[in-house]
């Protein structure tokens, strides 16, 4: 994993609907890492982890130079002797469709009759968020509904749970490819792979969206995962369809009820067929076929 041992300086922005590819790009390339993290009414809030000489004017004056905008910021110092492990979110173990979800932390699994799926999951990774309940919903009646899929592809996998949990459940070992933008996401999705013995069903890969060439040379799938968010859900619409075999299935989140209606009538206009609407608090999860 990618070093991040020694204390740095957090830099949180103020939640917004989206920001610019330009401003997002800028980003990757200022900060050692950025998340975002999702707000309960739907807004990306945006975490860099910069070292502890990160200078604020310079980078305020970086942002003018490029004729972008920025939310506003604060920054905190984070001091830790060990990021990724000070930083993991102790969630407790939960059983959702098929599965019992239980953290890195955790010593060994609860008593279940479920498929575990055991995961490191830090403030980048949405390992309990309702949108994840919802795929995970989504994956268990997947599994008995449809033929075992050879290929699938898992477009923002973060903690890598997802292409973890088709693994598992579908026994017949599918490839898997499980794409990030984030390096982060990249290792902690190989280095949960290995923790729940699925690592030769799963390449965990870095991608800007479907760009990487593996993506393409794979295709097509028979099940694609985008658990991310609505804009970035839009842009990806097309190269989905593109990439689905036919009557392949596309189970998408990261969306919130008023944002239910645009995206699935933007995804019909794509040529998807709506086949289920999930429901979790204000989030929503669709699963969409070719």
Same mark, same amino acid.
């Given at each position: 994993?990618?070093?991040?041992?020694?204390?740095?300086?957090?830099?949180?922005?103020?939640?917004?609907?989206?920001?610019? &590819?330009?401003?997002?790009?800028?980003?990757?390339?200022?900060?050692?890492?950025?998340?975002?993290?999702?707000?309960?009414?739907?807004?990306? &809030?945006?975490?860099?982890?910069?070292?502890? +000489?990160?200078?604020?004017?310079?980078?305020?004056?970086?942002?003018?130079?490029?004729?972008?905008?920025?939310? &506003?910021?604060?920054?905190?110092?984070?001091?830790?002797?060990?990021?990724?492990?000070?930083? #993991?979110?102790?969630?407790?173990?939960?059983?959702?469709?098929?599965? !019992?979800?239980?953290?890195?932390?955790?010593?060994?699994?609860?008593?279940?009759?479920?498929?575990?799926?055991?995961?490191?999951?830090?403030?980048?990774?949405?390992?309990?968020?309702?949108?994840?309940?919802?795929?995970?919903?989504?994956?268990?009646?997947?599994?008995?509904?449809?033929?075992?899929?050879?290929?699938?592809?898992?477009?923002?996998?973060?903690?890598?749970?997802?292409?973890?949990?088709?693994?598992?459940?579908?026994?017949?070992?599918?490839?898997?490819?499980?794409?990030?933008?984030?390096?982060?996401?990249?290792? #902690?999705?190989? %280095?949960?792979?290995?923790?729940? %013995?699925?690592?030769?069903?799963?390449?965990?890969?870095?991608?800007?969206?479907?760009?990487?060439?593996?993506?393409?040379?794979?295709?097509?799938? +028979?099940?694609?995962?985008?658990?991310?968010?609505?804009?970035?859900?839009?842009? !990806?619409?097309?190269?989905?369809?593109?990439?689905?075999?036919?009557?392949?299935?596309?189970?998408?989140?990261?969306?919130?009820?008023?944002? &239910?209606? +645009?995206?699935?009538?933007?995804?019909?206009?794509?040529?998807?067929?709506?086949?289920?609407?999930?429901?979790?608090?204000?989030?929503?999860?669709?699963?969409?076929?070719?």
């Amino acid at each position: 994993m990618h070093n991040l041992s020694k204390s740095c300086k957090l830099i949180k922005f103020t939640p917004v609907v989206s920001i610019s &590819e330009e401003a997002s790009a800028f980003l990757e390339e200022t900060f050692d890492v950025v998340a975002i993290n999702y707000t309960d009414d739907g807004l990306e &809030e945006y975490v860099g982890y910069a070292p502890l +000489d990160f200078d604020e004017k310079a980078f305020i004056n970086n942002i003018k130079k490029i004729n972008q905008s920025l939310p &506003e910021f604060h920054t905190e110092i984070l001091e830790n002797k060990n990021w990724l492990k000070e930083n #993991v979110i102790r969630f407790a173990p939960f059983e959702i469709g098929d599965f !019992m979800i239980y953290g890195i932390h955790e010593t060994s699994c609860p008593t279940t009759s479920k498929i575990p799926v055991q995961v490191y999951a830090a403030t980048a990774f949405g390992s309990e968020h309702q949108t994840t309940k919802m795929c995970l919903q989504a994956i268990s009646e997947l599994h008995k509904k449809i033929p075992t899929p050879q290929k699938i592809l898992d477009m923002g996998t973060g903690s890598g749970i997802l292409s973890i949990a088709a693994a598992k459940i579908w026994q017949t070992m599918p490839q898997i490819i499980s794409a990030d933008i984030d390096p982060e996401s990249v290792d #902690v999705t190989a %280095n949960n792979a290995i923790t729940n %013995n699925v690592e030769k069903s799963i390449s965990a890969i870095l991608s800007n969206g479907y760009s990487n060439p593996k993506i393409k040379n794979n295709r097509p799938y +028979d099940l694609i995962f985008a658990n991310i968010l609505a804009n970035p859900l839009k842009m !990806m619409s097309e190269s989905a369809y593109k990439s689905l075999a036919d009557n392949g299935c596309y189970l998408i989140s990261g969306f919130i009820d008023n944002q &239910e209606q +645009d995206i699935v009538k933007h995804h019909q206009k794509r040529g998807f067929k709506l086949v289920k609407l999930y429901k979790l608090e204000n989030w929503r999860a669709a699963l969409l076929q070719k």
